[in-house]
């Protein structure tokens, strides 16, 4: 007997390490721009849009820019991003992640992809693993971004399981508040200070055995 039916996976930092590309192209934009950017102002772009990110950039420096000027630096950004994913391989996915996915197939319970990127399905095509996934979000359809809950909604609707019945997993802040908002259990990936409003954290998926036991009874 299930006591969840539906497994709702973030993508960048869970299924796969492609935080450490996002870093590195909004480095090398700010570099060339001569704007601060570290590792720590990156950890609150995790899970947050493309023009939300550059906003949150832009405010710390200090900087404004117009609309238009913003959207030329999104889209450079995101030609040196997918320059970076262009060269994925399922080679890339998080260690446990197949595992994982197998299993769940195994238990039939439903799984879906709610990532705040508009990459998504090109990563997830290039990880061999797109087909595996009953129901992936257009993050372009979205109106609201992580930490709102409306991304894991629109998954779980999709899925047709009630958000009780779903876990969320997420390597963002921001992404575990929406799952929490959504009603769901929520599994954070990475480290229990930053991800401190998770039902459970875990240092990536390879603990299979511990995940699945959350889903029975
Ligand atoms: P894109 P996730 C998020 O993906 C990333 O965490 C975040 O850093 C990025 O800005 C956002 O996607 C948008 O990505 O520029 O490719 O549309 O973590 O929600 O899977
Ligand atoms: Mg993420």
């Given at each position: 007997?299930?006591?969840?039916?539906?497994?709702i996976f973030d993508l960048d930092g869970v299924l796969t390490?492609t935080a450490?590309?996002h870093?590195?192209?909004?480095?090398?934009?700010?570099?060339?721009?001569?704007?601060?950017?570290?590792?720590?102002?990156?950890?609150?772009?995790k899970g947050i849009g493309r023009?939300?990110?550059?906003?949150?950039?832009?405010?710390?420096?200090?900087?404004?820019?117009?609309?238009?000027?913003?959207?030329?630096?999104?889209?450079?950004?995101?030609?040196?991003?997918?320059?970076?994913i262009?060269?994925?391989?399922?080679?890339?996915?998080?260690?446990?992640?197949?595992?994982?996915?197998?299993?769940?197939?195994?238990?039939?319970?439903?799984k879906a992809v709610a990532s705040a990127s508009r990459n998504a399905a090109t990563v997830l095509?290039?990880l061999?693993i797109i087909?595996?996934f009953?129901y992936i979000v257009d993050a372009s359809a979205i109106?609201?971004g992580k930490?709102?809950?409306?991304i894991f909604?629109n998954a779980?609707?999709?899925?047709?399981?009630?958000?009780?019945?779903?876990?969320g997993v997420e390597d963002s802040?921001a992404g575990?508040?929406a799952?929490?908002?959504?009603?769901?259990?929520?599994?954070?990936?990475?480290?229990?200070?930053?991800?401190?409003?998770?039902?459970?954290?875990?240092?990536?998926?390879?603990?299979?055995?511990?995940?699945?036991?959350?889903?029975?009874?």
């Open positions: 007997m299930l006591k969840y039916e539906g497994m390490d450490r590309f870093y590195m192209a909004w480095k090398r934009l700010c570099d060339e721009m001569g704007m601060r950017f570290d590792q720590t102002l990156n950890e609150r772009l023009m939300d990110s550059l906003n949150i950039i832009l405010s710390e420096n200090k900087s404004d820019l117009t609309d238009e000027e913003k959207l030329i630096l999104t889209e450079r950004k995101n030609r040196y991003y997918q320059e970076m262009s060269r994925i391989t399922p080679d890339d996915l998080m260690p446990g992640a197949f595992e994982l996915i197998q299993k769940l197939k195994e238990l039939g319970v439903k095509k290039r061999g087909d595996r009953d109106k609201n930490p709102d809950p409306e909604l779980s609707q999709n899925l047709w399981i009630p958000p009780e019945r779903c876990i802040e575990i508040e799952i929490k908002r959504a009603g769901m259990y929520a599994i954070g990936i990475g480290a229990p200070a930053v991800l401190c409003k998770a039902d459970l954290v875990l240092k990536d998926l390879t603990d299979t055995d511990r995940i699945i036991s959350l889903l029975l009874r």
